[in-house]
């Protein structure tokens, strides 16, 4: 399978958000990809809908694949979720791609919503998409959700419309292995460790009957190239470690007590306490030459498709003028 790349895209504000939906399809990006956040935290900023977003992308742009990374699905009832992605795939003429996951904990409590037993409903809620997707009526009788002869009003173009899944927990990971049509990592793993997860993961395909190389393996990059790599780390490594001080506990016992003081950004102390080899371990940073390196690790490991986003000024324009050409002339990586 030939290696994919993905844009991490801006949420806000619109122009500069539409404006990387055309660079990435002008540029040779295989995909735009939208985060949605919710609930607005200091160090983000203002956000769009991911799915508003899109359907104004759709018509930016002609070839690019649409996709978002992720959709919590505890903040949606899949029946709604089932006719928005309908109704996008529509909009982009077949270029949706559904990223799903368990979703932030934080956003949810913010706003009252149960995140309990998430994993559980995973796989709940991708058996209702599909089964409204294709256009029946649906009786569906299950521990979370109950639909009673539904048929949905549209079905999307894309058949079937490929569901990615974030999946991080070993159970999550079974149910992408099973049910999904491509496995979502986060950021964090290294070549070697992203390897040992997706072998995990298409372990469980295999076992559910699955072709486990028909299941996309999906990294996403932090990513800071530049004509050098003392100018690459100036900018990539700073970003990275104010990014793991914003993750999952870290977030939750730490972080978020300083923005509840009116802090909005890194404290110099805390990102001096991360060494600096483990914001490299966890990114790819470096010279054009370094980062074809360090991509090609990826794919020996069994990186499908990268989602890139790009911790530096002009990263993603030298990215896609030096190192995507690179991968397009070397058919099989």
Request: charged share 20%; hydrophobic share 45%.
């Amino acid at each position: 399978m030939t290696v994919r790349f993905g844009l991490g895209s801006p949420v806000f504000p619109v122009e500069e958000a539409l404006q990387a939906a055309r660079f990435a399809d002008a540029a040779g990006f295989d995909g735009l990809w939208i985060p949605e956040y919710l609930v607005r935290r200091a160090d983000r900023g203002r956000a769009l809908d991911p799915l508003v977003l899109l359907g104004a992308a759709a018509r930016e742009t002609q070839r690019v694949q649409l996709g978002t990374y992720v959709l919590g699905i505890h903040r949606r009832h899949p029946s709604l979720l089932a006719l928005m992605a309908a109704s996008l795939d529509h909009l982009c003429g077949g270029r949706l791609i559904l990223g799903l996951g368990t979703g932030a904990a934080e956003m949810d409590r913010a706003l009252g919503i149960a995140h309990d037993r998430g994993v559980a409903r995973l796989g709940e809620y991708i058996e209702v998409l599909r089964r409204l997707w294709q256009g029946e009526q649906v009786q569906y009788a299950g521990e979370h959700y109950q639909l009673r002869g539904a048929t949905l009003s549209i079905q999307p173009l894309q058949q079937p419309l490929p569901i990615w899944l974030a999946a991080q927990g070993p159970v999550a990971m079974q149910v992408a292995g099973a049910l999904a049509d491509g496995w979502i990592s986060n950021w964090l793993y290294t070549p070697e460790g992203f390897g040992r997860a997706l072998n995990t993961v298409r372990a469980r395909a295999r076992a559910a009957g699955r072709s486990p190389e028909a299941l996309v393996g999906v990294f996403e990059a932090a990513v800071s190239v530049a004509g050098t790599r003392a100018e690459a780390e100036a900018h990539g490594v700073p970003a990275v470690k104010a990014k793991l001080l914003k993750i999952g506990g870290l977030y939750e016992y730490g972080y978020r007590q300083l923005q509840a003081l009116g802090y909005d950004g890194p404290r110099p102390e805390a990102l001096e306490q991360i060494p600096d080899e483990t914001a490299r371990a966890c990114s790819i940073l470096g010279t054009p030459p370094e980062v074809i390196e360090r991509i090609e690790a990826y794919i020996k490991q069994g990186v499908d498709y990268l989602i890139c986003t790009f911790m530096n000024p002009g990263g993603a324009e030298l990215f896609a003028r030096v190192v995507l050409p690179h991968f397009r002339a070397s058919p099989g990586r």
